[in-house]
């Protein structure tokens, strides 16, 4: 129901919103296409990312950290 403005949307939008805590609570990674203009974009297009990210994981008993890196492509 992602893009619809009708009530029915609405109400669903608001009953997974209020659950979001209890979906994710226990992921380890979340991948989300925060990017894309629209929910029909998706998540691959073209896009100028950065050779080099560090990603802080954290758990109540662990701290760590990985490094993505990509090519020139």
Same mark, same amino acid.
């Given at each position: 129901m992602q893009g619809r403005l009708d009530k029915a949307a609405q109400i669903d939008f608001q009953q997974h919103v209020a659950i979001m805590?209890? !979906?994710? +609570?226990? +992921?380890? !990674?979340?991948? #989300? #296409? #925060? #990017?894309a203009l629209h929910a029909d974009n998706g998540i691959f297009h073209e896009r100028k990312l950065p050779r080099y990210c560090r990603i802080l994981l954290t758990s109540e008993s662990h701290k760590d950290f990985m490094d993505l890196c990509s090519d020139e492509n």
């Open positions: 805590g209890d !979906i994710y +609570s226990n +992921s380890f !990674i979340t991948v #989300a #296409a #925060a #990017a």
